[in-house]
């Protein structure tokens, strides 16, 4: 059972340029969400989301973000006219939700850089 | 809003000594709390949850307590070892499904 996949595990970008990131959850998961994280702070929670539905953007900038989870295919994260305070770590994650398993499972993370 | 506080933001231990790293949370509707260890450019990895309807679970060397009256949980890490040294991150499930993180404690073990 592969677990959480994300692709890029680096992006370097120059500003202005977009910046979009995948996330592939575990098998039986439907459940994803896109947390940041800046060098040496905490994972800060952006949105959650159901297969073809956002259930909570409370924590995502409303201008230049934006997240999907299409019927079939990754989950995307997509940032629109980088700027260097983009420049930090975006994990996905992926839980089941049901049957009383609210576990969320890390991917490896995008690196993204933006100069 | 909801949120959730740690402490200590850094902790720093001789091996073979204990960890304690203490959170609280605010939405009282909250029923479950994991805890994350993240190694330096690595993911954060589950090493232990509890569930509301319990006050304490244990396994091996990392136990977690729960008081939900004063909303707040704890990690202890008992014979502390050199590879305990990482960043643990406590966190809360809201009642609206969303998972919020404390801003993690930096432990460090001396050997």
């Known amino acids: 059972n592969a677990g959480v996949m994300q692709n890029p595990r680096h992006l370097v970008r120059r500003r202005g340029q977009e910046a979009r990131l995948r996330c592939s959850p575990m098998?039986?998961?439907?459940?994803v969400y896109w947390y940041r994280q800046l060098p040496e702070e905490g994972l800060k929670f952006m949105v959650y989301l159901q297969k073809e539905n956002i259930i909570d953007e409370s924590g995502m900038p409303k201008e230049r973000f934006s997240a999907e989870f299409p019927k079939e295919g990754p989950s995307i994260l997509r940032i629109q006219q980088v700027v260097r305070g983009d420049s930090a770590a975006y994990f996905c994650a992926s839980s089941p939700l049901q049957g009383g398993e609210e576990t969320q499972y890390f991917g490896p993370g995008t690196r993204l850089l933006v100069l | 809003g909801e949120n959730v506080e740690q402490h200590p933001s850094t902790l720093s231990v001789q091996e073979g000594d204990s960890a304690v790293i203490k959170c609280t949370y605010s939405?009282?509707?909250?029923?479950?709390f994991p805890w994350y260890k993240q190694e330096l450019g690595k993911r954060p990895q589950l090493i232990i949850d509890?569930?509301?309807?319990?006050g304490e679970k244990k396994d091996q060397r990392i136990a977690v307590t729960l008081n939900k009256t004063a909303k707040h949980f704890s990690l202890h890490i008992t014979e502390t070892q050199p590879e305990d040294s990482a960043v643990y991150f406590c966190a809360a499930l809201t009642g609206g499904f969303k998972t919020i993180f404390g801003a993690g404690t930096r432990l460090f073990v001396k050997a």
């Open positions: 509890i569930r509301s309807n319990v």
């Open positions: 098998k039986g998961h439907s459940h």
């Open positions: 939405d009282s509707a909250s029923n479950y």
